[in-house]
């Protein structure tokens, strides 16, 4: 380690001045003067140094600012403040006093400790210390490996702007107040084993050259925003009270980055993920906006929303549930939050069977391609935006969000409307297109913001990517909602005065595009059912025409010639409704759904009721069955 560079401006205290030179050193020593004296401990006399140690005893204060001190005067000093538990301080002020050596601090109990500036030239150890107190390493620099193990901090402790240029150990310790590391740099390693940090912990703008190891570890709110991690990054068994901060953090992490359990959200906002990784994280959010993954990252998430929107992935990338049991620390906070969310008041919201299921709820700017979604929640999820959405890849169990389900018919119309999968994007601009109370009608609160609502044709779009990507899975009848909602979003971007939205609402109102079989079924049977009463009613004769054959014999006898010929049908009279009428009626319209011609005589009307049903109840069969080829379909 290089000698420290001399502060050029003198201190706040009196200093000792010892060895000071006009010419290159004016001001000497910085250690502040002894009480009564005129010189620093370590420049007095022996006779007054040992004389001033003598009159010490355990829990005074002491003032060795600005000194440099050895490893003997330091034993010496903890020696004068010994009692049973062992050396005893009462406020300790060692702002900018350089320890020589290996200084050990090991059992030294603590009031209030000062040690800003401090440098410590070896290893210094501070093995079951005690601060009862606050504890002040700010700008501390460490040269050799540091060990703080098993001490008891009842007061904050402060690191900021401290340099480690060796491994720092933190294990086995108890913070009750915050621990604040902001722009400290480690030059190795850091380790944080076995720690108890429940007053909050901050390592914010700091950087650590080697590997980082969060181990068994119960950490208050935390902040790792801006800090670099450039060796491998290693959170195992780590449980947050509250939010855990990685905004814009640099990480390079191990192949398995927890678990870890946080009773808040997991901000990694503009972060930067530099190796491979399975990130093994329960939360009640997870933010990965604008994060950069720059190698194949799994997030096998419990419970936590996860926001992916501007996320930029150059591998392929995996978000998951975590189902299978593992060994965490107490989720029961968050299966309290989970619960809850579950039992809120959210009409179209579907949850999953399981409680810890994670649920995505933004891809936009997301490069879909090197994405897969397996075992999740997509209710809240929006997707417009993302790019190569036809490529995106769904498996396991996945779920969108359902259209409301209706107690009562809506209308006149003859059928309660089919549930299928909707978009977030749908529901809010379904919830936003009129003034209508769509929050009573099933489809949730209104946006606050209309511009947060995509446009029809954007919402077109994003189905027909999305039933691509189920169709390219070979997963077609997957494909039918995303399908259905494309043909939605047609229909309603077009204006009514526009052929095209007539021949859409016939398309929906007969059959739902081809995909509901119940309706088609539904229309042929009503159809079916008027074709036989205007049958019995209109269409078929009173009787049978008979036939007659008329001839002239000729005078001298002779061949006769007779022409064959039947009466006009005759337009039925009296009662209509009778069960031979209703049989013919029947067999003329079942013909007539198969496209074929019964052979019955019929009215004039009657074959203008003949022509009509043989055109439409084929096309009602043939939409019915090709909803539930749409079902079937490999």
Same mark, same amino acid.
């Given at each position: ?69 050895? =490893? ?17 301080? $009462? ?41 009862? &107190? ?12 540091? %060990? ?23 294990? %086995?310790? &108890? ?11 480690? =030059? ?33 709110? #935390? ?34 980055? $927890? ?38 990252? +799994? ?27 593992? =060994? ?96 977030? =994007? &749908? ?27 995509? $446009?029809?044709? +954007? ?20 494909? #039918? ?15 009514? %005065? ?68 039947? &009466?006009?049908?005759? %337009? ?16 003329? #319209? ?31 069969? $043939? ?12």
């Amino acid at each position: 380690m290089a000698e420290p560079s001399p502060n050029p401006a003198p201190p706040e205290w009196p200093h000792c001045g010892h060895g000071a030179a006009p010419a290159t050193d004016p001001i000497g020593c910085r250690g502040v003067r002894a009480p009564g004296r005129t010189a620093c401990l370590p420049h007095l006399e022996e006779r007054d140094r040992d004389r001033f140690l003598t009159g010490l005893g355990p829990g005074d204060d002491i003032d060795l600012r600005g000194c440099t001190l050895t =490893e003997s005067l330091w034993d010496d000093i903890c020696s004068s403040l010994e009692n049973e538990a062992g050396p005893e301080f $009462g406020h300790a002020r060692l702002d900018e006093v350089v320890f020589e050596g290996d200084t050990v601090f090991d059992h030294v109990t603590f009031g209030r400790a000062d040690f800003t500036g401090a440098v410590f030239t070896g290893a210094p150890s501070f093995v079951n210390s005690h601060f009862t &107190e606050a504890a002040k390493f700010e700008g501390a620099e460490f040269g050799g490996t540091v %060990n703080f193990e098993g001490g008891r901090y009842e007061g904050p402790m402060f690191f900021d702007r401290a340099a480690f240029l060796g491994d720092a150990i933190f294990s %086995n310790l &108890e913070f009750r107040f915050g621990s604040w590391l902001n722009h400290t740099r480690f =030059e190795r390693d850091v380790s944080f084993l076995g720690c108890k940090l429940y007053g909050g912990f901050w390592l914010g703008e700091s950087h650590v050259a080697g590997s980082t190891h969060f181990l068994d570890c119960a950490l208050g709110p #935390t902040a790792l925003n801006g800090t670099v991690f450039s060796g491998e990054t290693d959170f195992d068994r780590v449980s947050v009270a509250g939010g855990c901060n990685l905004e814009r953090a640099r990480i390079h992490p191990a192949p398995l980055f $927890g678990p870890i359990v946080c009773e808040g959200p997991v901000s990694l906002v503009d972060a930067q993920i530099t190796a491979s990784t399975v990130m093994d994280i329960s939360a009640t959010e997870i933010w990965l906006n604008g994060a950069t993954l720059q190698e194949s990252v +799994t997030l096998r998430a419990r419970y936590a929303s996860v926001d992916l929107a501007r996320a930029r992935l150059f591998f392929p990338c995996t978000v998951t549930t975590d189902h299978a049991p593992s =060994e965490r620390p107490d989720e029961s906070a968050l299966a309290s939050h989970a619960l809850s969310a579950v039992t809120s008041d959210q009409p179209i919201r579907h949850w999953t069977h399981d409680l810890v299921t994670a649920s995505i709820v933004s891809l936009k700017g997301v490069d879909a391609s090197f994405l897969l979604l397996s075992d999740v929640d997509l209710t809240r999820c929006e997707f417009s935006g993302a790019h190569h959405l036809d490529q995106l890849r769904l498996e396991g169990y996945w779920h969108l969000g359902n259209s409301p389900h209706f107690d009562t018919w809506r209308g006149v119309l003859p059928f309660q409307p089919a549930r299928r999968l909707v978009l977030e =994007e &749908e529901r809010k601009w379904r919830a936003l297109r009129n003034r209508r109370d769509y929050e009573a009608q099933g489809w949730g609160r209104r946006p606050d913001r209309e511009q947060d609502v995509p $446009g029809l044709a +954007t919402l077109t779009t994003t189905y027909r990517q999305l039933r691509k990507a189920r169709e390219d899975a070979k997963d077609e009848p997957g494909a #039918t909602d995303f399908y259905y909602g494309e043909m939605e979003m047609r229909r309603h971007s077009r204006r009514w %005065n526009q052929a095209e939205r007539w021949l859409l609402q016939a398309y929906w109102l007969l059959s739902g595009y081809g995909l509901r079989a119940s309706r088609a079924l539904g229309w042929l049977s009503a159809s079916m059912f008027v074709t036989i009463l205007l049958m019995m009613g209109f269409g078929l004769p009173q009787s049978a025409p008979k036939q007659e054959a008329t001839g002239v014999v000729p005078a001298g006898g002779g061949r006769v010639s007779f022409e064959i010929d039947k &009466e006009d049908p005759k %337009n039925p009279t009296g009662d209509r409704f009778t069960a031979k009428r209703f049989e013919k009626a029947l067999d003329i #319209t079942l013909n007539s759904v198969v496209f074929r011609s019964s052979g019955q005589d019929l009215t004039t009307a009657g074959k203008y009721i003949e022509m009509v049903s043989r055109f439409s109840e084929p096309v009602l069969l $043939g939409l019915a069955a090709l909803a539930v080829r749409g079902r079937v379909k490999r």
